[in-house]
């Protein structure tokens, strides 16, 4: 198995199970989906990926319904989607993704965060390339080869497919998620859910008493309304 079958298992026994951050999270997609390519998911790709992933989470139709209506009323602010870039104690780098509002703000907080932890925000590019930014589909495991499905995805960009409790993933990079959206749609098979993350080339271990360092940080980031995803080098 390759490093997107590594980093998804350790995602998996990560802390972002909170229904609320989840559903946060899913509708300022719904809204940058909606202000991006407006309202109709059959001709709105990035809003269907969305509402597909709003049903991953068990958010509620009647939910997805109004958030989709209040993101088409034009006097609705737009979030912008912002990334971050730094380091946390003993040489951990670390991505933030934020969608807001209210940049000020966002910038304020995510620098205090850094601060109070003995961290430190660094400038754009200092440590994006240390990470390869990916797309991956999850769809239903049953009456599909994964070692065939994954020689047929090639073509349109996958380099990993692999079988976990939930079903078969695909990873492919971030430029590749049109195409393979597309085809899984085409060949009528059934996308669970869609994402993007961001997985580190390389990983350092720490120690137990380093990694509560490193841990500190990132559940103040997390814990950020603002925040969207967090990602870092250190081992899990």
Not at 55 to 63: E, F, I, R, T
Not at 98 to 127: E, H, I, M, P, Q
Not at 154 to 169: H, P, Q, R, W, Y
Request: with cysteine; glycine share 6%.
């Amino acid at each position: 198995m390759g490093r997107a079958f590594e980093f998804r298992k350790a995602r998996k026994m990560k802390r972002w199970s909170a229904m609320s951050k989840a559903f946060t999270r899913i509708g300022k997609d719904i809204v940058m989906a909606v202000k991006e390519g407006g309202p109709d998911p059959d001709s709105n790709s990035r809003l269907r990926a969305v509402i597909q992933n709003s049903k991953a989470v068990n958010m509620p139709k009647d939910n997805v319904e109004r958030a989709i209506k209040r993101a088409s009323d034009k006097s609705l602010g737009d979030y912008k989607e912002v990334l971050f870039e730094g380091y946390a104690p003993h040489g951990i780098a670390i991505l933030v993704e934020t969608a807001t509002d209210n940049n000020t703000r966002t910038v304020a907080n995510v620098r205090s965060y850094f601060s109070k932890c003995n961290g430190s925000l660094g400038t754009s590019g200092s440590v994006e390339f240390m990470f390869d930014h990916t797309c991956n589909f999850r769809i239903p495991a049953e009456g599909i080869d994964p070692e065939e499905l994954e020689l047929e995805m090639i073509d349109f960009g996958a380099e990993e497919v692999f079988v976990d409790d939930d079903g078969i993933l695909i990873y492919a990079p971030f430029e590749s998620f049109g195409n393979i959206q597309k085809e899984l749609e085409n060949r009528e098979l059934e996308i669970l859910s869609s994402g993007f993350e961001r997985i580190p080339q390389i990983t350092k271990k720490l120690s137990g008493e380093e990694a509560a360092d490193v841990e500190k940080l990132l559940e103040k980031i997390e814990e950020d309304d603002d925040v969207q995803n967090v990602y870092h080098t250190m081992q899990e």
